[in-house]
């Protein structure tokens, strides 16, 4: 594993949990970039792939960690250097100019936490309306999914506790946290995100299915067994 010794002070983190991602992990590090004042963070949860020398390559610091996202993600913010921390899945790729957009976003006092718009990358008319209610949701009703890429201020993110380790719903769990001290912003500009979860079971049965897990989770049904519903309960 890489080493992060050397390198300049970041003022942003970059996280990215990763478990067999060889494929999209190289595409989500090369949107982050290297630049002054960010750092890549890849926190792998034991990938039998190339995963950890791709983003080694990328310039990334990579560490190892138990598999589970809200783990993984907590294990990548435990060591990270920025004042920020934004976490990144390893199939989405960040706009260009990001970082700025970030800082001036969390520069409002009135601002907990924010993501970007939501984006998929396949042409079809079933995405492009799962778009629009992602979107909708996110700007509306202040939940952003972690799709996304959600940012915050590390000190905040500690105070709160940092992700609950649960198997599912780790996002909507920050973010409602989140929601009580301050705004939840949603930038206009996009994160791309890979349309694989959705074309695996077909876009509509998709949604439906994180539909029900989301009312699962709000009627109080433990998040072990609503992933055990839906295998490792990685659909959304």
Not at 42 to 52: E, I, K, L, N, Q
Not at 91 to 104: N, W
Not at 175 to 194: C, E, F, H, N
Request: proline fraction near 4%; hydrophobic fraction near 45%; aromatic fraction near 6%.
């Amino acid at each position: 594993m890489n080493s992060s010794k050397g390198k300049p002070a970041a003022s942003l983190s970059v996280i990215i949990p990763a478990l067999n991602e060889a494929r999209h992990i190289g595409a989500a590090l090369d949107s982050a970039g290297r630049r002054a004042g960010v750092e890549t963070i890849v926190v792998d949860g034991g990938s039998r792939d190339a995963t950890t020398v791709v983003a080694a390559s990328r310039g990334a610091t990579v560490i190892a960690c138990r598999p589970g996202r809200a783990r993984q993600m907590n294990a990548g913010a435990a060591v990270a250097g920025g004042r920020i921390l934004l976490f990144l899945h390893a199939d989405t790729r960040l706009p260009a100019g990001y970082a700025g957009h970030v800082h001036r976003a969390l520069a409002s006092k009135r601002v907990a936490a924010g993501a970007f718009s939501l984006k998929i990358d396949v042409q079809r008319p079933a995405l492009r309306f799962i778009e629009k209610v992602a979107n909708f949701r996110s700007r509306v009703l202040k939940m952003p999914y972690g799709d996304q890429g959600i940012f915050v201020g590390k000190r905040l993110f500690r105070r709160l506790g940092g992700f609950a380790d649960m198997p599912i719903m780790e996002d909507f769990d920050l973010v409602r946290r989140l929601q009580r001290m301050g705004d939840i912003v949603t930038l206009p500009q996009v994160a791309l995100t890979s349309a694989r979860r959705w074309e695996h079971l077909g876009a509509l049965k998709t949604w439906l299915i994180n539909q029900a897990v989301v009312c699962a989770y709000l009627g109080g049904f433990d998040p072990r067994r609503i992933a055990g519903w839906y295998g490792t309960g990685r659909l959304r």
